[in-house]
């Protein structure tokens, strides 16, 4: 499947949260989803994008901590057709930065572990996944061998949240995490 035809399907689709259409782009840690993300967004140019990485979520943290913060600073306030107001965390310099305004767009992605949970307002859901030893390596390729055994723990909550959420059950859309390229990928 191509970016612009799943664009398409998604501008298609009727608003979620007030005049919104919420794509929630899940799966586990590694698999691709912000990646994946940034090729989609970059087809449906301006379309925001809103990550768990937005807010501080500790190695040893549920994997919804950052849900209550989106929530209240961008969903709820979209929902009622008012602009988001996001302040996103600097994980480098551990702290939040300036706040940023985001009027109501028309398609709105939120990506990371939790976004296409039950109580997510998704119009979409989009979830990715690949081997675990590949999302592993990508992991410790990307924030350092010193984070291993905390990204281990980490896998292992957020399969506990998966398997009790049903999450990829719910999803519109399984991607393989293993293919897909800046042009196109494979779905399951």
Known sequence: ????????????????????????????????KSTFTDHLAET????????SDDFRVPWDADPLTWWEPLRASVLDRLC??????????DWHHDRYGPAEEIPPPPLLFIEGVGSAWAKSPAAYRIWIDAPH???RARAI?????EYADAWDAWSTREEAHFVADGTRARADLLVDGTTFTQHRFTTR
């Open 1 to 32: 499947m191509t970016y612009p035809a799943l664009a398409a399907r998604l501008l298609a689709l009727p608003p979620s949260c007030g005049p919104v259409r919420v794509i929630a782009v899940d799966g586990p840690s590694g698999a691709g």
């Open 141 to 145: 390729d990307r924030d350092g061998l």
């Open 80 to 89: 009622e057709g008012r602009p988001a107001l996001l302040r996103r965390y």
């Open 44 to 51: 449906l140019v301006g379309a925001p994008v809103i990550r």
């Open 133 to 135: 030893d590949l999302r």
